[in-house]
Structures are given as structure tokens and as C-alpha cells.
């Protein structure tokens, strides 16, 4: 079981060091020598790298903060008002709880009061941050929206000049965000996403880890994690199941893509990585759902949510952390007949935690994926 993990460890630092995910365009990688200084509130782990690489690109210093592992309103506000949000000239505010927001609240008044140039800007919607938007303090912007939920490093480092030259008055030529596909399929081996089932087939096919008339799984993917290079658990996932005679289909985009996509490619099973997939309560004319038609195992197989490590969780007598419990009856009710952990987080030596496998899970959830699919061609009687 080690070895196959390591496998995965040694072929994702080659894909690391080798592949070029899609770069769309260039943009002016100099601006004038202002300083802007710009802190993000709330960016996930998986961010910070990416970021940090366009931030060094373009010259722009950036400070950023993680998501929140504090519970308590007390531990909240004092880890809060250690940050000096005076100092910065814009601030872009993410993924924050309701405890956090409360806070904000006081503390950006504050820091405006002692800084009336400073601006505070969404980088994306959140419920949390409503009472930030209610009371004018949190304000909003469509463009910096299209290049934050187009998110690459290209666009990132527009996303940074357009800052520089929007809100803090630098010389800059901004560029509009390039577009990135909204769907598609993935493949770790791949340098490209694949728009469509003809063109991930024939590539697919004509690969040596292909296995004509073996059956083929779909794995329903949050594309970000690919995007942020934080994919490693579900790389791990394909070359497990690769290696034990299936092919593999990773999947990404909205309900109705989705939705054709499994209709090509006609899995014998499918996987959810994330929040969301093909499932729906509308029905067809024969009063069948989505998941009723197509009639195949559906199995939730992720890695574990928030900052949780694999010894961590092995400590936790619950356990996974809330927000997997809180997920699962959604989940359930959806149509998932098993939910498996398969992944949890470690430190990547640069400060943030990112995903990994967790060795013993996974080749145990790919073992229960082969046994479902064999269990399909056994005689019903």
C-alpha cells in the first residue's frame, strides 16, 4: 500500500516541476514602484502559493491571512486585532465566519476612521459577510469578481495591477480577465482540460494506462483544487484506480454539464470529491430523478474539510471535524450511499497546509469501488 503511495507522492512532484497548466495571455509583469499594500482576509491554503507567485510576478507585495479555526468569540477578537488593518491601503475580504464578520465590524470601522483612503473590498461572495455589506463597510466590485472566479495565475496577476491601478492610484495597463473553461474533464497527466468527451476519449484511449473493456468510473471534481496545484488526493485517487485495471473520468462544471458528461461517457460508478454533483430532485417523464435513471452506485470519497490532519483525525474520538457531519445528511439525501474519508491536510513547509492522501483510506475506498462494480455483473437471483 506504501509503495503505491509513493508512487503518487514521486509522480506528483514531476507533474509539479513538468506540467504548464493553461496560461492564457500575458500581462505587463512591471508597474511603477509605489508600494501597494493589499492584505487578504479569509484565502484558503491551496490560494496562498498561486497568489504569492503572482504577487512576486507583477512586483506587488501582498500580506494574507488564513481561514479561521477559532470557535470562540474571545479567541476570534484577539487573534483579529493583532492585524494592524490601518496600515493597508485595500483590503479584500473572503471566506469569513459569523464570529469573524462581528468583529470586522468594529475593527474595520476603526481602521477607517484612522485610515480614510483605506478600501475594503469582496473578492467573493459570502453569506458571512453580510452584515459587513449591510452597514456600507465591505464593498463590492463585478471585476474583481471575474478575476477572482477565474482563477489562475495569469489572472491573478491582473487581478493585482488592476487593485494597484483602480484603488491605489499606480501607473498600470489592466487587462481584462482571460475566461477559463467552466467545465470540462481533467487528467493528472494531462497539460490541458479536455471541453469534451470525444477529445478526452481519444486522448484518454490511446494512453498505455488505458484498459480496453474494463469498466470506468466518474470522479466529480472541485475544479480549484487543480487550479491551486493542490490536487494530489485525487491525482492519488485516478492512478490508485488506474492501476487496479479501471479507467477514470474526472469531471467538472455545472449541473447540466455534468449531466452530459455521465450520459457520454456512461460510467459503471461515480465519485463526488466535493460539495456538489450531478444530483437534482427534477424528474423526467417517467418520474425518475437523475441518479434513479442512470442507476449506479454513487459514493462520496474526499479529503477531510477545514485544517484537520490525518493525526488529527486519528486522535479525534468523533472522528471527522463538523462541517464533514454537517454535510452528510445533505449528502445522503442526495443520493450517496457511502461517504469515505480519503484525504486529510499537512503542512507544505511554506507556511499553509495542503491536501493530502491518507495511504491506508484510499487504497481501502478504491478496494470498495472495485467491489461495487464487480457486484454489478452478478446475477440478481
Not at 192 to 207: H, I, N, V
Not at 284 to 305: D, M
Request: net charge neutral; with cysteine; hydrophobic share 35%.
Amino acid at each position: 500500500m506504501n509503495r503505491y503511495i509513493s508512487k503518487f507522492v514521486f509522480f506528483f512532484s514531476i507533474l509539479l516541476n513538468q506540467t504548464t497548466f493553461p496560461v492564457y495571455g500575458n500581462v505587463e509583469d512591471t508597474i511603477s514602484s509605489k508600494k501597494a499594500h493589499i492584505l487578504f482576509v479569509g484565502l484558503w491554503d491551496r490560494a496562498f502559493e498561486p497568489m504569492q507567485t503572482a504577487s512576486e510576478l507583477v512586483g506587488i507585495p501582498v500580506n494574507k491571512t488564513k481561514i479561521s479555526d477559532y470557535s470562540n468569540p474571545d479567541e476570534v477578537s484577539a487573534s483579529l486585532e493583532k492585524i494592524p488593518f490601518a496600515s493597508y491601503d485595500l483590503i479584500y475580504v473572503l471566506q469569513i465566519n459569523d464570529l469573524e464578520a462581528h468583529a470586522l465590524v468594529r475593527l474595520f470601522e476603526e481602521a477607517l476612521q484612522k485610515n480614510p483612503k483605506l478600501k475594503i473590498v469582496q473578492l467573493d461572495y459570502r453569506n458571512t459577510q453580510d452584515e459587513l455589506l449591510s452597514k456600507g463597510i465591505l464593498k463590492t466590485d463585478p471585476h474583481v469578481l471575474d478575476f477572482w472566479n477565474n482563477f489562475d495565475t495569469e489572472n491573478l496577476k491582473r487581478l493585482l495591477i488592476y487593485s494597484s491601478v483602480k484603488y491605489l492610484g499606480n501607473l498600470g495597463k489592466i487587462l481584462p480577465p482571460v475566461e477559463i473553461a467552466s467545465s470540462g474533464f481533467y487528467h493528472p497527466e494531462s497539460k490541458k482540460f479536455f471541453l469534451d468527451w470525444d477529445s478526452y476519449q481519444t486522448w484518454y484511449t490511446s494512453r498505455k494506462n488505458y484498459h480496453k473493456d474494463a469498466p470506468w468510473v466518474n470522479i466529480v471534481l472541485e475544479p480549484n483544487y487543480v487550479i491551486y496545484h493542490n490536487s494530489l488526493t485525487y491525482d492519488s485517487l485516478i492512478i490508485s484506480l488506474e492501476h487496479k485495471g479501471v479507467n477514470v473520468c474526472a469531471i467538472y462544471g455545472n449541473l447540466e454539464n455534468l449531466r452530459n458528461f455521465i450520459l457520454s461517457s456512461k460510467p459503471n460508478l461515480l465519485i463526488l470529491q466535493h460539495h456538489t454533483g450531478p444530483e437534482g430532485s427534477d424528474r423526467n417523464e417517467k418520474g425518475k430523478t437523475f441518479l434513479e435513471e442512470l442507476g449506479i452506485p454513487y459514493l462520496y470519497g474526499a479529503g477531510l474539510l477545514g485544517r484537520m490532519t490525518a493525526s488529527d483525525w486519528k486522535k479525534e474520538p468523533r472522528g471527522a471535524n463538523w462541517s464533514i457531519y454537517a454535510s452528510l445528511p445533505r449528502l445522503e439525501y442526495s443520493g450517496i450511499i457511502e461517504p469515505h474519508i480519503i484525504g486529510a491536510k499537512a503542512e507544505s513547509g511554506k507556511g499553509y497546509l495542503l491536501d493530502v492522501p491518507i495511504p491506508e483510506r484510499l487504497d481501502r475506498f478504491t478496494d470498495r469501488v472495485l467491489s461495487l462494480i464487480n457486484l454489478q455483473t452478478k446475477p440478481i437471483n
